[in-house]
């Protein structure tokens, strides 16, 4: 059985007093399969002039947390092979994961 999916990695956009907001945006992964979409949060931020989105990744030497980019951009690997393996173990079983148990499992795996 094979779930397609696929994952994405942006920043949280929001605004205050009806103007955008550049500087430290949540990072996020975006899961979608099955007709579902889950939001999970990195736990790094990262100015917009830091982003770039056609890679979604980190372009510069440091975001606001003093975290450099490449150690983040690990991170952002990591959380997408974690997102893999989970996949992977579901397929296996052949079984459709809930939105919940990818959430739970990408939690259990200590990323």
């Given amino acids: 059985m094979r779930i397609r ?9 929001r605004s205050y007093k ?6 430290n945006l949540q990072i ?5 399969y099955n007709s579902c979409r889950l939001e999970i949060p990195l736990g790094y931020n990262a100015d917009v ?3 770039d989105p056609h890679q979604h990744r980190m372009k510069t030497s440091a975001n606001s947390d003093n975290d450099i980019s490449s150690d983040v ?5 990591r959380a997408s092979c974690v997102i893999e393996d989970i996949f992977r173990d579901f397929e296996h079983q052949g079984v ?3 939105p ?3 959430e739970e499992y990408f939690y259990a795996g200590e990323i």
Avoid: A, C, E
């Fill in 49 to 51: 002039s830091q982003w």
């Fill in 28 to 32: 996020r992964m975006g899961v979608s």
């Fill in 5 to 13: 999916h696929s994952v994405t990695f942006s920043l949280k956009s």
């Fill in 100 to 102: 919940d148990q990818i």
């Fill in 73 to 77: 951009n690990y991170q952002i690997n």
């Fill in 18 to 23: 009806g103007k955008p907001v550049t500087k």
């Fill in 96 to 98: 459709i994961p809930t």
